[in-house]
């Protein structure tokens, strides 16, 4: 059973820096996309950044330049680290996975993944 846990979430001021991780257990594919996806109050989830096992990475344009995505294989562990956070960051953040390559599926959309994490609280604010 593939299982995904968040962790690192937490309240910063507007230009701090926070390091998401998400631990994947049970995942058996040869591939895997990973991505990180967020919603606010009151909006939909949205496509932040995703890497597949060739470390091939994506990016919605609003986080490009402050956040970075990375997998650690041997550690089975997905990082989002946000640096330069805007208020308008402030989000539940989810990791998902899928397993085919991220060049298989679009992975912006959240339904192309078939397994999502409980989500990590990120608040922005002075």
């Known amino acids: 059973q593939v299982r995904l846990l968040e962790s690192g979430g937490g309240s910063v001021q507007p230009g701090g820096s926070l390091t998401l991780s998400c631990v994947t257990s049970?995942?058996?594919?040869?591939?895997?996309?990973l991505g990180w996806f967020r919603q606010a109050p009151g909006k939909e989830r949205e496509g932040v950044a995703s890497i597949d096992n060739y470390a091939d990475t994506t990016y919605a344009d609003s986080v490009k330049g402050r956040f970075t995505v990375s997998y650690d294989s041997a550690k089975r562990t997905l990082y989002l680290h946000l640096t330069s956070l805007k208020p308008e960051d402030t989000a539940k953040y989810y990791c998902?996975?899928?397993?085919?390559?991220?060049?298989?599926?679009?992975?912006?959309?959240?339904?192309?993944?078939?397994?999502w994490g409980q989500g990590t609280q990120v608040a922005v604010s002075s």
């Open positions: 049970g995942v058996t594919s040869t591939n895997l996309c």
């Open positions: 998902a996975a899928d397993g085919r390559r991220c060049a298989g599926l679009d992975p912006r959309i959240d339904s192309e993944y078939n397994y």
